[in-house]
């Protein structure tokens, strides 16, 4: 009787390397990465945008280029809409006309997509801190709200996933990693991380809502009234701050009286000046203004009252 031998497997030869995702040659889609939630700072681009209120123009013909990690300074007197327009770049407010695109997403069209992006470090009247709260008190309640609402789906389900102790030693390194970045030393505060928000000075108040604005991991984060009420060396201390953000690789939205020549370290700066006649120029642009009248004045407050309060109820 004879044995038939099995007859050998044909080798399979390796396919070329093509550079091509398997799922995607499989014929199955690969989703794209959400630019929300892509490392690294936004870029900032508009051109001739402008916002609309029931007493006129707010601002218009806002052209401006920002590359990640770069300070843009809005600057210009109060009343001249320059927290209107911080709160449009960061989609807080809808722009009447014009384009814009932070991070590679479209402002008018992906709003939602740029809030997630975007994180209001200080912006009175919309982001108040609770003046009865302390240090500690608000930064585990951020802490907290990240955790619950500021985290994609998919981080989510794998944060769920992990131990208890894990998930406390990520909240922590969060933590401190926010203070860090913000130069907020807790030891250094009348009672610690127990000091009331109402006991803090100016300066370590805008450093406490940076870290709170840090803890969500935000690409681009604004601060209104940079400069407000400070001495020289107290705005230089502020403009460091930022600078150091910048340099860390988030993109810097600020808001102030007077931007300065320069940031340390040879952060990029951008400054957009606003003016009641044009609503917003970049620096380079701005020819010298008469100073604007005082009814003019009052009916730009005016207005920015109260897109501020649509803001807050939003």
Do not use: N
Not at 40 to 66: D, Y
Not at 202 to 220: S, W
Request: net charge neutral; proline share 9%; hydrophobic share 40%.
């Amino acid at each position: 009787m004879t044995r038939h031998q099995p007859e050998p497997e044909p080798q399979r030869q390796p396919e070329p390397d093509t550079g091509r995702d398997p799922a995607a040659a499989a014929g199955q889609a690969t989703p794209a990465p959400d630019p929300a939630e892509l490392p690294g700072g936004a870029a900032v681009e508009a051109e001739g945008i402008g916002l609309k209120g029931p007493r006129g123009w707010v601002f218009r013909e806002v052209t401006l280029e920002a590359a990640p990690g770069s300070v843009v300074a809005l600057s210009g007197a109060s009343g001249t809409g320059r927290t209107c327009l911080l709160l449009a770049l960061t989609g807080r407010m809808k722009l009447t006309e014009g384009e814009a695109r932070i991070a590679g997403l479209r402002l008018r069209k992906q709003a939602a997509a740029v809030r997630r992006t975007a994180a209001l470090a200080h912006v009175p009247g919309v982001d108040d801190l609770e003046p009865s709260l302390t240090v500690g008190e608000h930064l585990r309640e951020r802490v907290l709200l990240q955790r619950r609402y500021g985290t994609a789906p998919l981080a989510a389900l794998k944060g769920a996933l992990r131990s208890p102790r894990q998930r406390r030693a990520d909240a922590r390194r969060v933590h401190d990693e926010a203070l860090a970045a913000a130069g907020l030393d807790l030891a250094t505060l009348p009672k610690g991380p127990r000091t009331a928000v109402r006991d803090l000075e100016r300066p370590e108040r805008l450093r406490l809502c940076v870290a709170l604005a840090l803890i969500g991991r935000p690409r681009l984060i604004a601060v209104d009234d940079v400069d407000l009420k400070l001495s020289a060396p107290l705005r230089e201390e502020a403009w460091a701050l930022l600078a150091s953000v910048a340099a860390s690789g988030v993109t810097v939205l600020a808001v102030c009286g007077e931007a300065p020549a320069g940031l340390p370290g040879d952060v990029p700066l951008v400054v957009v000046v606003t003016d009641r006649a044009t609503g917003a120029r970049t620096a380079e642009e701005a020819p010298a203004e008469p100073a604007p009248k005082a009814d003019d004045t009052d009916d730009t407050e005016k207005e920015t009252a109260d897109a501020l309060a649509e803001t807050g109820r939003a």
